[in-house]
């Protein structure tokens, strides 16, 4: 029996929110076949969950996307007011981040800083026993300093019923650049007894084909971003052109600054909240169109 190829959205934040991804849906979710979102982490703050990240995930409920939220904890106290709240909200599988390269976030010991605290893992291990409803996977990174640092994590992620676990094959200090461990990240899925999901410069259909036969799924963040059309071309096995690709691009903006129109305030706010978009604009659209969504957020 073929194994089934997973297509995941990956979690980016201020971006891959609520409006993103219902427009993404809407434009691509025939065309690319069953994809999985995935919410932009949802943390404590000030001690409790926060109320607008509990809102990105409850406000698509039962709307046909296929949606998991993300949870960034740094102990098991956290970590269990997270879950407890996602339950009661209604959520059945639930996905932890230990792969955040964010500084302030790995200083404090959460994404990727957690990687380092094999002591809190197994908290959080054995606290996961309690909730057999529910569905849990990881996305993680090979270590904050040093890759080596996942493979000490072996036994206690392979003691854990998870779905699957994303890998993005770098270390927290590499940031988002600089090449991807992929020798270090084999050594440590061969060590895995659950299915791989790989995550990390996936930009066109033939690097998601590169991947099929390697691990479980792909899981693509900025590379969506830029080419909305990405899984539905893959799916499909017909590229798209450059023009059609921009014109895809193009109506993810548009579809996104619509809705957000509605609940922002004024053009200020809808403006700051679009800027970051543009950043991932493919090279194939006019540069003067780029420069003016950078500047102002919107195209028109």
Same mark, same amino acid.
């Given at each position: 029996m073929e194994k089934e190829f997973k297509l995941m959205a990956a979690p980016l934040q201020g971006l891959t929110e609520a409006e993103w991804r219902s427009g993404h849906f809407r434009m691509f979710g025939k065309l690319q076949g069953e994809v999985e979102?995935?919410?932009?982490?949802?943390?404590?703050?000030?001690? !409790?969950?926060r109320a607008r990240d509990l809102r990105d995930f409850t406000s698509e409920l039962n709307r046909g996307i296929m949606l998991t939220p993300q949870i960034i904890f740094k102990d098991a106290e956290e970590w269990k007011k997270l879950v407890n709240a996602l339950a009661e909200a209604g959520s059945k599988r639930i996905d932890m981040n230990m792969g955040c390269p964010f500084p302030p976030q790995v200083r404090k010991g959460r994404g990727a800083g957690l990687i380092p605290h094999p #002591?809190?893992?197994? #908290?959080?291990?054995?606290? /996961?026993?309690? =909730?057999? !409803? +529910?569905?849990?996977?990881?996305?993680?990174?090979l270590g904050v300093n040093d890759p080596k !640092?996942? +493979?000490?994590?072996?036994?206690?992620?392979?003691?854990?019923? +998870?779905?699957?676990?994303?890998?993005?094959?770098?270390?927290a200090k590499q940031q988002y650049r600089g090449s991807l461990l992929l020798p270090e990240m084999n050594d440590f899925c061969c060590r895995l007894r659950h299915p791989v999901i790989f995550n990390g410069e996936i930009s066109t259909p033939a690097d998601i084909e590169s991947l099929s036969s390697k691990y479980d799924g792909v899981m693509a963040g900025r590379g969506l971003l830029a080419r909305p059309s990405l899984f539905a071309e893959y799916n499909s096995s017909m590229e798209l052109s450059e023009k059609e690709q921009t014109e895809a691009y193009l109506g993810i903006i548009h579809e996104t600054a619509s809705v957000l129109a509605r609940r922002l305030c004024g053009h200020a706010q809808l403006s700051d909240k /679009?800027?970051? =978009?543009?950043? =991932?604009?493919?090279?194939?659209?006019?540069?003067?169109?780029?420069?003016?969504?950078?500047?102002?957020?919107i195209y028109h």
């Open positions: 979102y995935f919410t932009p982490f949802i943390r404590v703050e000030k001690g !409790e969950v #002591d809190i893992i197994a #908290d959080i291990a054995e606290e /996961m026993a309690h =909730y057999p !409803e +529910l569905q849990f996977s990881i996305k993680m990174r !640092e996942a +493979l000490e994590l072996t036994e206690i992620i392979n003691a854990m019923a +998870l779905r699957h676990v994303t890998i993005h094959p770098r270390v /679009m800027k970051p =978009y543009w950043e =991932y604009a493919p090279s194939a659209l006019d540069k003067k169109i780029v420069k003016q969504g950078k500047k102002s957020g």
